[in-house]
């Protein structure tokens, strides 16, 4: 079984309520997390009608104030992997700008290959997918993940992209500590990951899998002055996890 969090700050009339409700009855087996990150519209009472309408597939986590999507997604796994039974717990943006159908796709490669701990969705064009990004946030994506790379001395194309399924064992491990950043937590788990296994081990135990469709929303909750402070807070997880 999978059970995939969705961190929610003030998406009441943003939720793709129609995407889940068709998924969930194509797939009953995947649960749903929906974590409501303090938000100050009704997000709250969607999720619970949500819970209410569909028990067997949907969980509603209120948290009582806005902790940043670092903060909701850690509470929603961390308490996924107390509660559930499930065998690999993950995360999603809850745009859907990676779509649903990717969780099949990331259960197939976790299920192939025992020894992994991560799947990474990574945001790779090429014939045959359909990967749609603004191309000012892409190039500038690509500056910042050249810059990931060297800070992890990792070969990783696509940290950024909001769309990783985790085994369930891994999970309370690489969640226990707070994040130091609200956004790039990302680089904070492979780095939590080299830490355990070491760099030569690492990938036996993350992989990165080309997803078939990502279509970016315009409505990024990311603002662009968050651009001149991300750097600082890179700069802090290398300091953190050298």
Not at 24 to 42: A, I, L, N
Not at 64 to 88: C, E, F, I, W
Not at 137 to 154: F, P, Q
Request: aromatic share 10%.
């Amino acid at each position: 079984m999978t059970c995939i969090v969705i961190p929610c700050y003030n998406e009441a009339t943003r939720l793709p309520v129609a995407a889940f409700e068709a998924y969930w009855q194509q797939h009953p087996e995947v649960r749903f997390c929906f974590v409501d990150d303090g938000s100050t519209d009704k997000t709250r009472t969607l999720l619970e009608q949500l819970q209410t309408t569909h028990p067997a597939q949907v969980e509603a986590l209120i948290l009582p104030k806005n902790q940043g999507k670092a903060g909701a997604v850690r509470a929603g796994m961390l308490h996924v992997a107390k509660t559930s039974q499930a065998d690999y717990v993950g995360f999603l943006d809850a745009d859907l700008a990676t779509p649903l159908s990717a969780i099949q796709d990331l259960e197939a490669r976790l299920s192939a290959q025992p020894a992994l701990d991560l799947v990474m969705g990574s945001r790779i064009k090429y014939l045959g997918t359909d990967i749609r990004r603004n191309p000012v946030r892409h190039y500038a994506g690509r500056v910042i993940a050249t810059l990931i790379s060297n800070i992890l001395k990792l070969g990783v194309y696509d940290t950024q992209c909001g769309a990783k399924l985790f085994r369930r064992g891994a999970v309370a491990d690489l969640f226990a500590e707070p994040f130091l950043s609200p956004w790039l937590f990302d680089v904070e788990v492979l780095a939590r990951l080299i830490r355990n296994y070491g760099r030569e081990e690492i990938q036996q135990h993350v992989a990165e899998m080309p997803l078939r469709q990502w279509v970016e929303m315009d409505d990024s909750r990311i603002k662009v002055s968050y651009y001149f402070k991300l750097w600082y807070e890179l700069y802090r997880i290398s300091r953190a996890y050298r």
